[in-house]
């Protein structure tokens, strides 16, 4: 188990199922209070708070679409006046699409920019100015920017700028002691990922990494833990490319 301190808050944006699902289960393992961001249809949002209250963490479940900022600072302010002030972000809202840059749609193109980069810019500029000293940040990027296949120009474009926020992010934090890394998965087995793919093509990303398997949200978790706890201490402005050594 990670050795937070006491009573540390953290925001899980898209947090409802998958990856963010599992990151907010480690959290809440480690000792964090969890705020579980979800778009819309709070079932799965409160079904995973009631698992984590049941285990005897602190959560909460909070409605905000994160490519709009006054959402996003209604986000804060919830979780501030329900939880306290905020000591971890990690960015893992995110929608990935693949279709071919000739055919993208122009609403897709929005969508994805949107979500992927105005999403975590918005959580970004809000946590410049209300994270707690100390604090860490974690977005996500995707090793598929690494990989350059077909039909992902577009989703690797977001990532690319959300690993240029992670970079540069980092240093204009200086003094507040607040660490600013990225996560990077490799394929992993979640509606995200699987959905859209044949069993075939499933089969044979699962083949990709020397490790011979597809990632579990749990894989990802544990990184995001290790990013977020103390032992991350002297990692910053960093993209960690957790993806079995596909890339």
Known sequence: ?????????????????????????RLARDGFAVAINYASGSAQADALVA???AAGAK???????????????????TVEKQLGQVDVLINNAGVLKTVPLAEHSDALYDQSFDINVRGTFN??????????????????????LALNMPGYAIYNATKAAVEAFTHVFAKELRGRNITVNAVAPGPIATSLFLDGKT???IQTFAKMPPLQRLGQPEDIASVVSFLA??????????????NGGVA
């Open 199 to 201: 069993d075939e093509q």
């Open 229 to 242: 706890g103390p032992d991350a201490g002297w990692v910053n402005g960093q993209i960690l490319r957790a």
């Open 123 to 144: 959580t970004l500029r809000e946590a410049a100015t209300r994270l707690n000293e100390g604090g860490r940040i974690v977005n996500f990027s995707s090793t598929t």
């Open 1 to 25: 188990m990670n050795t937070s301190r006491p009573n540390q808050v953290a925001i899980v944006t898209g947090a409802s199922r998958g990856i963010g699902a599992a990151v907010a289960q």
């Open 51 to 53: 698992e984590l209250t």
């Open 59 to 77: 959560a909460i479940a909070v409605q905000a679409d994160v490519a709009n900022a006054e959402e996003v600072r209604r986000m804060f302010d």
